[in-house]
């Protein structure tokens, strides 16, 4: 089909050099370097030469396999971190998701790309011929430049004569646009043995601009025989491993579905790895930094991670990935991603499952959540922000929850309540911007909170409102949702809880309020289950405590 004449934009091949240092065996090109922190206002520039491997060309790769698979697009397409002018669409070519290799020959792929004004393609305003690499699992990501702000779009990919779904997307604002409305849902923890995904049946069918995804994409337990739905593929430990984790997430068809409906901005947290790591250090007793197994774990589930998102980042190099960035929406909004587990001290008091008293190793100013990059970054970015609303999208807790038990508190210590030095850190660089909102997955349980002038002191005046969504599927610790609700019924900076139910949450946002509905499916037990809104919430500008609706 014809490229439009009125455009002709090009595109970027993202993810084609800066391979993780002992994960892949050749260095190969890449698109443009990026600066981790992102952009909201700036279009992408073109592809450069590299200066050590030259980019391959379609037309110099080998002839196409003659068995390459009919479903060769069996794990979908979607995309990702919208900017005025561009979006990344992604996909990975598979012939057997639960192979090794994919199932797919050892040797690039050529694959086309197009980007249409409707979803008949009648009107195809970009499109290219890129490469499907074999480092990369056949993944690719491409950056769509030359689109026009605030729009919607169609895009889909072929291979020979065969072709993907199609997916949905769109791009941003300007920069300096007069937003009137922004619709967008965040979710987080989809443990897939744990429950189906009616929730993200329900996303596909939402009036949103672009959903947030809070981290724990896919989680790192082995098969339970006894779950709703039991993983056929083993508890990943490599970089094979993690690739056949995600192919069995993404081959489900409500995640498709979700993914195919709206770009999504995405973060981790720490299943994507393994539970409760913090930067270097595994999880469990006597831990300790720098563990070679541990850091090439963390190497294979960071690349597999990359690989199977709709990223606007760097490939991994050897130092990790940089996750961080900010997303503009107009004048109305700014997202700030934040990556809550790569740089972390590690958690304090030496606490089964990082749950119990503090300890005075909790107090050390030194201690970080973000690390001093990040937080240098992070000050900055909000610092040059003249949105309306500031929205940190983030992983754990940052409101104070400690909860009573006899005559002390517990704490969640892998949450921020884990890091009060870091906190104060945090909520001294929110008190410079209009309208900080703080929206936060990994709790299993919906919650409506303030963080507090003194963060340390949940009895103090509200200044940042914070909304916890609720998981896609992972449960609640059984038998003490209750209770955990009456406990937080009593703490001060806490507004709502619903530690019962599972599903994702919708906000509305105008120049004058942000409104959260929660939004919780009938069950998680089967493939289809009804969804309604429990709870909404509203936070006026100017007034950071939320109200009930």
Request: one cysteine or more; proline letters at 8%.
């Amino acid at each position: 089909m014809p490229t439009s004449e009125r455009s002709k934009p090009r595109a970027r091949v993202i993810g084609r050099r800066a391979f993780l240092s002992g994960v892949v065996a050749t260095a190969v090109a890449a698109g443009c370097s990026r600066d981790g922190g992102g952009d909201d206002g700036a279009a992408a520039s073109p592809d450069g030469a590299s200066d050590d491997v030259p980019p391959e060309t379609v037309a110099s790769l080998p002839p196409l396999p003659t068995n390459l698979p009919d479903d060769v697009f069996a794990l979908g397409v979607a995309s990702g971190d919208p900017l005025p002018t561009s979006v990344i669409l992604w996909t990975r070519l598979v012939g057997d998701p639960l192979a090794d290799d994919g199932g797919l020959p050892d040797q690039p792929l050529p694959l086309r790309w197009e980007v249409a004004a409707d979803e008949g393609f009648a009107d195809v305003v970009a499109s290219g011929d890129t490469v499907a690499e074999p480092a990369l699992a056949h993944a690719v990501h491409i950056d769509a430049v030359g689109l026009e702000p605030g729009t919607w779009y169609w895009y889909r990919f072929s291979i020979g004569d065969r072709t993907s779904p199609v997916g949905r997307t769109r791009t941003a604002p300007g920069p300096d646009d007069e937003v009137e409305r922004l619709r967008f849902a965040f979710a987080s923890c989809q443990s897939y043995q744990d429950g189906f995904w009616p929730a993200h049946r329900h996303l596909a069918d939402e009036d949103v601009d672009l959903l947030v995804f809070l981290g724990d994409y896919i989680y790192e337990d082995g098969p339970n025989p006894d779950a709703v739905r039991t993983y056929e593929s083993a508890a990943p430990v490599d970089l094979a491993g993690y690739r056949r984790r995600y192919s069995e997430y993404k081959r489900d068809p409500a995640l498709q579905a979700a993914h195919a409906h709206v770009p999504w901005i995405c973060t981790w947290d720490d299943h994507e790895v393994r539970t409760n790591y913090a930067a270097d250090t595994p999880p469990g007793a006597g831990r300790q930094g720098g563990d070679r197994d541990f850091l090439d774990r963390r190497a294979a589930a960071y690349q597999a991670y990359y690989e199977h998102m709709p990223l606007r980042v760097d490939p991994p190099a050897a130092d990790g990935l940089t996750l961080h960035r900010a997303l503009g929406w107009g004048d109305l909004a700014r997202f700030y991603v934040l990556d809550g587990r790569q740089y972390r001290s590690d958690q304090a008091c030496d606490r089964v499952r990082d749950v119990g008293r503090s300890c005075a190793e909790m107090e050390d100013d030194d201690r970080s959540m973000l690390g001093a990059d990040q937080e240098a970054w992070l000050g900055d970015a909000l610092a040059d922000s003249d949105a309306r609303w500031n929205v940190v999208a983030q992983q754990t807790v940052v409101s104070k929850l400690a909860l009573p038990v006899g005559d002390g508190e517990v704490l969640n210590l892998d949450q921020w309540d884990g890091y009060p030095a870091a906190r104060r850190r945090l909520v001294d660089m929110l008190r410079e911007v209009d309208n900080p909102v703080v929206v936060t997955g990994d709790l299993h349980a919906s919650c409506v909170a303030v963080v507090t002038d003194d963060p340390d002191d949940p009895a103090s005046d509200p200044l940042v409102p914070e909304l916890v969504g609720t998981a896609i599927s992972s449960p609640f610790p059984g038998g003490v949702a209750a209770m955990a609700e009456a406990a937080v019924d009593i703490t001060p900076n806490v507004r709502y809880a619903d530690a019962a139910r599972r599903g994702y949450v919708v906000c509305d946002v105008t120049p004058g309020a942000l409104t959260a509905s929660f939004r919780y499916v009938a069950t998680t037990a089967t493939r289809e289950a009804d969804v309604s809104t429990g709870a909404r919430w509203s936070i006026g500008a100017g007034d950071p405590d939320p109200r009930p609706v």
